[in-house]
């Protein structure tokens, strides 16, 4: 990464994180497809919903036909980190238009959001809508496209799970927070591994608890609140 914050810079510093789309996408249409959704329904669905984890979740209840009050509500928790995602990334676009940032965080996605991070810390902690619009919208064709051909794959392969592609996620979201632990200057190491301990350690018991799509939203706010204590007491 470099301070270049324009629509090509964008799409090359977000080239990198494709691969986890592409990924996780064919997953999804291949899942898509052995419920019995079409290529155009898969499809559509990701172009429409865009909402990553929440589809894998929203094509199995639309399988075993589940009331549409439900799913709306299913879709709607497991992605309601996003809530904190938006709020964080708005407070960089307040000179922007309400509309342009609704655009903003319509696309915006977990990785997107830590990629933007990552960034912020290459240009003074700024970001444009420049730069955002290209990370956002590449992701965006990317994830619709590994869908649809991870659909018509799904007549080769009877069983997409065997192959591990939910994987790619897992690696890539490693890959982002190793470049934020060594990029952030405005945080000492110690501390950023001190508060990724302890995120783990409440996610793990919390999971006793609490179903691991709410936990997110919960250790988010927990941790954002013991992180700045932890700063002032011991940093």
């Known amino acids: 990464?470099?301070?270049?914050?324009?629509?090509?810079?964008?799409?090359?510093?977000?080239?990198?994180?494709?691969?986890?789309?592409?990924g996780i996408g064919i997953a999804f249409g291949m899942i898509g497809h052995s419920e019995g959704f079409s290529v155009w329904v898969i499809l559509l669905l990701s172009l429409i919903v865009y909402a990553g984890s929440a589809q894998f979740i929203m094509v199995s209840m639309l399988a075993t036909h589940s009331p549409i009050m439900s799913i709306v509500l299913s879709v709607f928790l497991v992605n309601s980190r996003i809530i904190l995602m938006s709020m964080t990334t708005a407070s960089y676009f307040k000179n922007e238009s309400l509309l342009k940032n609704i655009l903003l965080g319509t696309l915006l996605t977990d990785e997107s959001f830590a990629l933007g991070m990552n960034k912020q810390n290459y240009t003074e902690g700024k970001l444009?809508?420049?730069?955002?619009?290209?990370?956002?919208?590449?992701?965006?064709?990317?994830?619709?496209?590994?869908?649809?051909?991870?659909?018509?794959?799904?007549?080769?392969?009877?069983?997409?799970?065997?192959?591990?592609?939910?994987?790619?996620?897992?690696?890539?979201?490693?890959?982002?927070l190793y470049l934020q632990l060594i990029s952030d200057k405005t945080l000492g190491l110690m501390l950023q591994l001190v508060m990724v301990g302890i995120t783990l350690v409440l996610f793990y018991f919390g999971l006793i608890f609490l179903p691991s799509n709410l936990l997110v939203l919960f250790v988010t706010l927990i941790a954002c609140a013991l992180g700045v204590g932890v700063k002032r007491v011991f940093f």
């Open 1 to 22: 990464m470099n301070s270049e914050l324009t629509f090509k810079q964008g799409l090359k510093d977000t080239m990198p994180t494709a691969f986890g789309y592409i």
């Open 128 to 176: 444009n809508l420049s730069w955002s619009n290209a990370s956002n919208l590449l992701a965006y064709l990317v994830w619709a496209l590994a869908s649809a051909i991870g659909a018509l794959l799904g007549n080769l392969l009877a069983n997409p799970e065997k192959l591990g592609l939910g994987f790619a996620v897992i690696a890539m979201f490693i890959g982002l």
